[in-house]
């Protein structure tokens, strides 16, 4: 599976952006979607997933309530949805896949995301 991610850009504070990860191969409704974030000098951290059927996510305490992932498995993309963003959210943000054997996972550490897009850019001013 290839991954590519898009929508990354430069907002104020409070607005929005939406990144997508459009992925190419074979079986990506096999694979849980993950988003991850990195700032300089720091891990890479979880930031949301979703499950093989879209049915079920989880989110880093951080930006519940404002971020909404989603997913189209008939056109092989996932998005992230970002509201009321904030400076702290400024980062490099990766859309990942994860090979999972069960609709009811949703992966949530990076040891467990075997591809991964080539980030893109999100900066939040204040």
């Known amino acids: 599976v290839q991954l590519q991610a898009s929508g990354g850009g430069l907002v104020q504070a409070g607005g929005s952006l939406r990144l997508s990860c459009t992925a190419s191969?074979?079986?990506?409704?096999?694979?849980?979607m993950g988003w991850f974030r990195q700032v300089p000098g720091k891990e890479r951290q979880f930031v949301a997933v979703?499950?093989?059927?879209?049915?079920?996510?989880d989110y880093v305490d951080s930006v519940k309530g404002r971020f909404t992932i989603s997913r189209d498995n008939a056109k092989n993309t996932a998005g992230l949805q970002m509201n009321s963003l904030k400076p702290e959210d400024t980062a490099v943000y990766y859309c990942?896949?994860?090979?999972?054997?069960?609709?009811?996972?949703?992966?949530?550490?990076?040891?467990?995301?075997?591809?991964w897009g080539q980030g893109t850019q999100v900066t939040v001013s204040s």
């Open positions: 990942a896949a994860a090979p999972v054997g069960s609709n009811y996972y949703t992966p949530i550490r990076r040891s467990e995301y075997d591809y």
């Open positions: 191969g074979r079986d990506f409704s096999r694979y849980a």
């Open positions: 979703i499950n093989l059927s879209g049915g079920r996510t």
